[in-house]
Structure formats: C-alpha cells, structure tokens
C-alpha cells in the first residue's frame, strides 16, 4: 500500500492547479467604463465649477482636482453619483471650495466598482475673489440651417477660433442644438461646391423623442474642436427655441407641422427637450438641484453673469400690442423678472452683465397674421410706447434706474448677425431709463440672416453691425461670428468685441463704468 504524504498531496494540488491554467486561460480582466463623448466643464462661479461626464455603461462619475498639472500633488477627489440608463448615463459633480483666481487641472474618469476607464483631463482658472482681469467670450446657433459638422472643412471652426483666444469662460446663449432641423449628407451651394455633413440617426430627422433629443446634443461632442474646447474653457449654457422647434412656446400645437407624429403639442416636446438639455449640459449648483435654467454666475468683484430664461415662462406669441401686463404679456414671467430685479439690486459687482438668448430692441417676426400684422417672437412689437412684452422690459429698466444699479450690460444672439446697439431715453419714447448697451453675436455654426430693423421703444441706435450678405450662407463663407468682453483688472474699463471665425476682432468699443 503507496502512503501519501502531506507533501505528496501539496505537490499533486499545485500540479493538477497547473494544469487547469494551462488548458482553461483566464479571461482577461474587463476593460473600465469610458467616456465616449469626453467630459465637459461648465458654470464656473465663485469658489466652483460643474463637471459633465457621459460613461458608457453603469458607472459612477469621480472628478479629481490639483494646481499641480500632473495631477500628483495635492490632489482632491470627489465622486458623483451614479450614472444609469435613466439619463442616458450623463452625470454632473459639482467642485467647490476651489482656491480663488487659480488654474486647476481635472481628472475625470467613470468606475464601476471593478474598474475605471481611461481618463479625461482639463483644465479651467476659478473666478477671482481680487479685481483682477477677466475675458469672456459669448455666442449661440450650432448645426442650424442644415449646416452641421463637416469634418472636411475642419468641423466647427468656430470652437477653435474660441479656443485660441483663451477666455475663462464662454456663455453659450441659446440654440445650443437645432433639434428641428435635420441634416442632409450633401449640400450643394450655388457655386456648385459640396458641403458634406457628418450625419447620425438622431440627425435625419425632427427630434421628437427623449432618445432624438438626447443624440442632438450628442452630435455636437463628435466635433474635435468643440471637444478640445471643453477641455480648457468651462461652459455656461442657455436655451431658446431650437432646442424644441423654430419660435416654439408651451401651448402651441404641432399640428401645422407634418414632420411631428409622436408628440401632440410643443409642452410634451418641451419636456423631453429640457430632460435631456439638463443631462447634456453642466449646469451646476442651485440651478440644476431646482431644474431651473435661470441662475447668476458670480466672478468676483468686477463682474456678476445673470442668466434669464425666456422661453419656460413667456406667454404664446402674439401681436405683442397689450396694453396692460398678463399671462399674454409673459416674457420673463413674474416670478423670475423679480428674482432677476432683486439679484441686480443686491449686486455688488462693477458689471453687470445679462446674457439673454434674445435681443431687446430687434423687431424678430414670427407668423405672418395678415397684411402688415405679425406675432412677434421677441420683446419688440414697433415704434410707440411699451406694449405687450415690452411692458415688462421697461419695468426693469426702470427698477434698474431707481435703484441706482450701474453698468448693465445686455448680451445676446438669436438673430444670425452681429451688432452692437446703445440705447438713450434722449432717443426713446419710453424714457425712465439710464443709457445701456446690447451687443448681439453669432452665429457659431449656422446660417447667415439679417439685419432687422430696430424698435425706437428704448431709443437704440446701430452704432456697428455686419448683416449676412448671403441668406443662409454655409459657415465657409465667413460669416459666423462670436463676441468677446475684457475687463481690466486695475481700470475696470471694459471692452467688447466682435470676432469671425479667424479670431480677428471686427470691432470693439470701450465702456467706461460709473462708480
């Protein structure tokens, strides 16, 4: 009879443990979550910024944060929540107690609990808590008009332009996405030349559904330099109309348009739009804990940034002649028209600056009702007094002036042309008002339109502009525009800009402010 021995039995294990590894390989280990669009960062206010990611599986979103570049030193980690298919898998982690007036660099990845993806990096400088210098850029309308990303003219140029004049932050003032206009693989131009775009299923068509939505904002992340953008200048992001459809209000039905089957009137739209504009977007802090889109972007002592919304709560569009405030008259909405009062009001910045996805004074058509009588899409509604929508600008002009609140600045889009408007009550019917500037930019990457005639309401005047000299011109015309604001540190002089896609500053003024 053989013995067997404890070592005989150790050796027998070990052998027959070789043995299985040399016939059944272990698998290798599962590769970590990506993020298949990259990540971006918005809302960068004092003491914070928003982090946006998008995994491609269940995961939870982890941002880390350093002043040391190579993320060695010093280096702060925050996790998120969990990402899940309930939205689409986007998240947003909120940094604060971040250190004032400094560069920071970022580390995004997503875990899921097995292990993490491949890394995303940025880099963004926090708003100062010191007078020192701050520029901004803004501007509005991407993949309108049928004009998207053709990656054989390099894509949206107009990102790169943006990236090369290294703004702190960048207010993206409405029509971030056209969900209502589909893209064609080929556009042939009158000169016979091909505009080729890149074109997805959420693209070849109307967005209808919360999938379509969500693969229009998307879309745009495909761009290389939108994404290398993102990745060194934080986004603050606005709505206007094309994130549902053309001059779109909660009431209005679809029913005109053929092209929409699947939703019975533009609030179901709404909704769905919002839903994803809120999961593809960094909107940070307060604002998006409240599912708002109106918020204030405080940047130190030399500039707060107040975002209104002024699609959620207008009233349908009308001829925009009332003569008293209502539900009709709705433009801000009371609630927020308040708000937006009291927080000017308490503002202790030198600038203060509106960023509204609509212009003030630009009479901005919507349907034609009959001869010579039209529903107006903006505030203005012609020469006169204030009446409809204007009612409720000219309560806070007004305020502001009662209040003694100084150096407010209106920056806008919309209109597919720059300008640069001042207005006076020594030009105006409606005169209790101080003197204020508009300046209008855009569009990034759009068609081309204007100029529209101004309403002598307010009293504004053209001082500069450069209407379209081709109607829904492709971006390779040159006609695409953006805006620029510098603010000296020690002067407080502030100085706007409008630029073309070369980055060249087409014009500028100076604004002195009142102390």
């Keep these: 009879m053989t013995l067997l021995t404890r070592r005989t039995v150790l050796q027998g294990l070990a052998l027959t443990a070789a043995g299985c590894a040399s016939t059944r390989p272990m698998p290798a280990p599962r590769p970590g979550p990506s993020l298949p669009l990259g990540a971006q960062l918005g809302d960068v206010r004092t003491g914070a910024v928003s982090v946006w990611g998008k995994a491609d599986r269940a995961s939870r979103l982890i941002v880390e944060w350093s002043e040391d570049a190579r993320l060695e030193k010093g280096v702060h980690r925050v996790e998120g929540g969990l990402l899940t298919a309930a939205t689409d898998f986007t998240g947003v982690v909120d940094l604060a107690g971040l250190p004032a007036g400094r560069e920071l660099f970022v580390r995004v990845l997503a875990d899921d609990g097995g292990s993490a993806g491949e890394e995303w990096r940025g880099r963004f400088l926090t708003a100062p808590e010191t007078a020192r210098d701050v520029c901004f850029a803004w501007s509005a309308d991407v993949c309108g008009q049928g ?17 090369a004049l290294r703004p702190d932050f960048f207010l993206h003032v409405g029509d971030v996405i056209y969900a209502d206009n589909p893209l064609l693989p080929e556009v042939v131009v009158p ?4 505009w080729r775009n890149l074109v997805t299923p959420a693209k070849s ?3 209808e559904t919360l999938e379509e939505m969500r693969g229009n904002f998307a879309y745009n992340f495909l761009d290389d330099s939108l994404r290398a953008f ?11 109309d094309h994130e549902v459809r053309n001059n779109w209000f909660h009431s209005r039905s679809v029913a005109e348009d053929p ?3 699947q939703v019975p009137d533009d609030g179901v739209l709404a909704a769905r739009a919002r839903q994803a504009f809120f999961e593809y977007t960094p909107v940070g802090g307060a604002a998006r804990a409240e599912g708002r889109i109106h918020r204030q972007l405080s940047q130190g002592p030399l500039l707060d940034v107040f975002i209104p919304d002024v699609r959620a709560f207008r009233g349908p569009n009308s001829v925009n002649r009332q003569e008293q405030q209502g539900p009709e008259t709705a433009f801000l909405g009371r609630a927020q028209l308040e708000g937006l009062k009291q927080s000017l009001a308490s503002s202790k910045a030198t600038w203060k600056v509106i960023a ?27 020469p006169g007094a204030p009446l409809g929508r204007e009612l409720e600008l000219a309560e806070l002009l007004s305020f502001l002036k009662e209040r003694k609140v100084r150096n407010v600045v209106f920056l806008t889009a919309d209109v597919h042309y720059p300008a640069m408007h001042q207005y006076h009550p020594d030009r105006a019917r409606f005169r209790d008002f101080d003197p204020f500037w508009e300046f209008v930019a855009g569009p990034l990457n759009a068609g081309t339109f204007g100029s ?7 009293g504004p005047e053209v001082r500069w502009q450069k209407p379209a000299t081709v109607m829904n011109a492709a971006p390779w015309e040159g006609q695409q525009y953006f805006g620029s604001v510098r603010i000296q540190g020690n002067s407080g002089v502030m100085t706007v800009a409008i630029h073309d896609l070369s980055g060249k500053a087409l014009h500028q003024v100076e604004l002195e402010p009142i102390r």
Excluded: H
Aim: glycine share 12%; charged share 25%.
């Design 230 to 240: 993102a990745r060194e200048v934080p986004i603050a992001y606005q709505w206007d």
């Design 452 to 458: 529209m005639p101004l309403d002598e309401t307010f």
């Design 191 to 194: 000169d016979g030349r091909v």
């Design 356 to 382: 509204t996805s609509m212009p003030l004074g630009l009479i901005v058509p919507a349907e034609k009702l009959g001869e010579g009588s039209w529903r107006m899409e903006a505030w203005a509604n012609g």
């Design 205 to 207: 068509k109307v967005a």
């Design 147 to 163: 004009w998207g990303i053709n990656p054989e003219w390099g894509g949206y140029r107009g990102f790169a332009a943006l990236r």
């Design 259 to 261: 092209r929409y089957t």
